[in-house]
Each structure stands twice: as structure tokens, then as C-alpha cells.
């Protein structure tokens, strides 16, 4: 069992920074894949950035590309999401994801454990 806590979310003006972080519970931390996902009103989850359980593949959604990064610490049990030159079209509450021995895939039903999310708001 996993627990996960998202925080760092907020309210940002465009092109502007933020820095999610994702706090997981238990010792086999190092053993998950770890997604970040996001969803707007009205639209349907998707995958904005995930990292393998070993940290040597990483997805990135084209949209993301180039501003997003995302990075875990094992030894803090935490994964991260910078989050670089926002644009108001990133306005969503984001969530992190586990999936146990995962390769770090964007698709939502990969993924076992949930954190409760975190909205971030980018205003033009």
C-alpha cells in the first residue's frame, strides 16, 4: 500500500514557475513508477510527465515538452514536477500516481495508487 500526498500547487501568472511535489509513503517507494497527471474542468485525465521505477525512462506529453521536468529522490520518498514557463492552457488539478515495477507509461490504468491533487492556476 501507498500513500501519496501532492502539494505545491497554486496560483501563478503566465510564464511563470512551480515546483509540485509528491510525498509517498512506505519503504518500496523505489520499486514504483511515478506519474504525474492532470485534469481540467471538462476534459479527461491525462498524462503530463511519468518516470520508470528505476528512473532510466521518462514520458513527456508534447505539450509539456521542453518545460516540464520531472525527477524523484528515493532516499526522501519524492517526486517532483517542475514546472517551467506556465501557460493559462496548464490551469488543472495534478495528481501523482503510483504503479509498482511500472516503466513510467502514460496510460491511466498503469497506475494503482492516487494522491487527492493539487490545483495549479495560471492566469493570463
Known amino acids: 500500500q501507498v500513500q501519496l500526498v501532492e502539494s505545491g500547487g497554486g496560483l501563478v501568472q503566465a510564464g511563470g514557475s512551480l515546483r509540485l511535489s509528491c510525498a509517498a509513503s512506505?519503504?518500496?517507494?523505489?520499486?514504483?513508477?511515478m506519474g504525474w497527471f492532470r485534469q481540467a474542468p471538462g476534459k479527461e485525465r491525462e498524462c503530463v510527465v511519468a518516470?520508470?521505477?528505476?528512473?532510466?525512462?521518462?514520458y513527456y506529453a508534447d505539450s509539456v515538452k521542453g518545460r516540464f521536468t520531472i525527477s524523484r529522490d528515493n532516499a526522501k520518498t519524492t517526486v517532483y514536477l517542475q514546472m517551467n514557463s506556465l501557460k493559462p492552457e496548464d490551469t488543472a488539478v495534478y495528481y501523482c500516481?503510483?504503479?509498482?515495477w511500472g516503466l513510467g507509461l502514460p496510460q491511466f490504468d498503469e497506475y494503482d495508487y492516487w494522491g487527492q491533487g493539487t490545483q495549479v492556476t495560471v492566469s493570463s
Open positions: 500516481a503510483a504503479d509498482l
Open positions: 512506505g519503504r518500496t517507494f523505489r520499486s514504483y513508477a
Open positions: 518516470i520508470s521505477w528505476s528512473g532510466g525512462s521518462t
